[in-house]
């Protein structure tokens, strides 16, 4: 079994080895220029994305998960974070729609730029990884379907936190205090 943990790892290690920097420290300069943050994926990687809300939350930011009652309406000054690994679900074809007519700036983080909601977007980060979109054939993960993707989610997000905690000034303390105290 520690065989496949290793392996596992080298597979998500392989694929944040070529991210390009400038388009995280770009997608990190647009979290922390917006007013409000509202973050979308589907399935996995709306579980991926909803932890990278509540981080963004511990910074201070303003920010709201699609889909919760309390996200508000969206405009100029405000920024729609969608995951899109496969490129297209209908559902974040709809969401950007929406917040682009309304004035909104629109993130994607894929691994499919050709795609066509990152198409729709004002920016795109591109995480390298496999999705659904192309876990068939010979050379494929030993993780399911979109695994290292969602998996490689989780990294890229942790380190846009830290680099968001530095380009903003918020101390550990700070994120701390933020931390609910409802648990």
């Known amino acids: 079994?520690?065989?496949?943990?290793?392996?596992?790892g080298e597979e998500l290690s392989?694929?944040?080895?070529?991210?390009?920097?400038?388009?995280?420290?770009?997608?990190?300069?647009?979290?922390a220029a917006a007013r409000h943050v509202s973050v979308f994926g589907g399935g996995r990687e709306g579980l991926q994305v909803k932890g990278f809300a509540m981080r963004l939350f511990h910074l201070g930011r303003s920010v709201s998960v699609v889909g919760d009652m309390t996200v508000p309406h969206l405009g100029d000054g405000d920024l729609l974070f969608v995951t899109c690994g496969p490129g297209e679900i209908s559902t974040a074809v709809a969401l950007v729609g929406v917040a682009k007519a309304a004035g909104a700036k629109v993130l994607v983080v894929t691994a499919q730029?050709?795609?066509?909601?990152?198409?729709?977007?004002?920016?795109?980060?591109?995480?390298?990884?496999?999705?659904?979109?192309?876990?068939q054939g010979d050379k494929v993960s030993i993780l399911p379907m979109g695994s290292v993707f969602e998996g490689c989610l989780f990294l890229l997000f942790e380190v846009m936190i830290l680099k968001l905690k530095d380009r903003l000034g918020v101390s550990t303390?700070?994120?701390?205090?933020?931390?609910?105290n409802l648990e």
């Open 1 to 8: 079994m520690t065989n496949l943990y290793r392996r596992a």
């Open 14 to 31: 392989l694929v944040l080895d070529r991210l390009d920097e400038a388009e995280v420290d770009r997608a990190v300069a647009t979290i």
């Open 113 to 135: 730029p050709e795609g066509r909601v990152p198409k729709m977007a004002d920016e795109m980060l591109v995480l390298p990884a496999q999705t659904m979109a192309d876990d």
């Open 173 to 180: 303390e700070a994120m701390r205090a933020n931390h609910t």
